[in-house]
């Protein structure tokens, strides 16, 4: 049995179902560990407001829903969190985690909490050489491309537009933008391609997909690129607009985007 801890920014219910999933693997989540709040980067702030505009006519009817209304409101009163925080915590003395939420400068009264491999659920940011340091087992990320050739946000999009390999990349985090020990790469297969939506799906159910098996070959030690090489030219930043059309014209889905 393998016993991990999971990071997070938000607790949400895709948690309980990542957890179930690793079990499943022999893995057991034994604390899960809420990120201090943070303030979101301009440059993933910019990547927000494309991916929005792009996909502005696919979730149209969405937005207006009345459900959405409702967490609207739950959100504004704060009554959303709580009851989050009740459920976890019931959830927690159920299945034998527990939920910590660490302060602002990534630490915790419970030192037991950074003895164990630690995996990213979600996370804005760069973690910082500080609180890298405090987990002393590591931490894994899986990046939603192949790194290090395409590495930063939007990597997966600009390796589909440049006919590059496409998966995803589990890795040791460091205090880099996707440069840590890679342990492993998992392929997405071409052939599964048919728009930019489904193919941003694709990749993020084969990213948490991957995790037990990049937990099992870290746990082993077992690195497939432990020194990659970096370069600047690797991150090419946010896909523009103009780029996404471009990408949605050369997959033969001209009617994905409304603008």
Known sequence: MTVIAIICQDLDLGITRF???????????????????????PKRQEQMRIKHDFFQGVDKVKKIAPKRLIVNILNTLQIKKKLVDVFFNFLGLVHGFKVINLDERWN????????????????????????????????????????????????????????????????????????????????????????????????????????????????????????????FSQNRGVMSLDKLNLLATKLGNKGESRI
């Not at 957890?19 to 990120?35: D, G």
């Open 19 to 41: 957890i179930k999933s690793l079990s499943r693997h022999n893995i057991e989540v034994r604390y899960v560990l809420v990120a201090p709040p943070c303030e979101i980067h």
């Open 108 to 231: 915790t009264t419970d030192k037991d909490a950074f003895k164990l491999i630690s995996v990213v659920y979600s996370l804005e940011g760069l973690l910082t050489k500080e609180a890298i340091s405090r987990f002393k087992n590591g931490i894994i990320n899986i990046h939603p491309a192949i790194i290090p050739e395409y590495r930063g946000l939007d990597a997966g999009l600009w390796a589909l537009l440049e006919n590059g390999p496409v998966g995803v990349s589990a890795y040791q985090v460091d205090e880099g933008i996707d440069t840590g020990p890679v342990i492993k790469t998992y392929l997405l297969e071409v052939k599964e391609i048919k728009d930019i939506k489904t193919y941003l799906s694709n990749l993020k159910l084969l990213k948490y997909k991957s995790y037990a098996n990049a937990i099992q070959e870290y746990g082993k030690r077992n690195f497939e690129n432990p020194h990659p090489e970096i370069s």
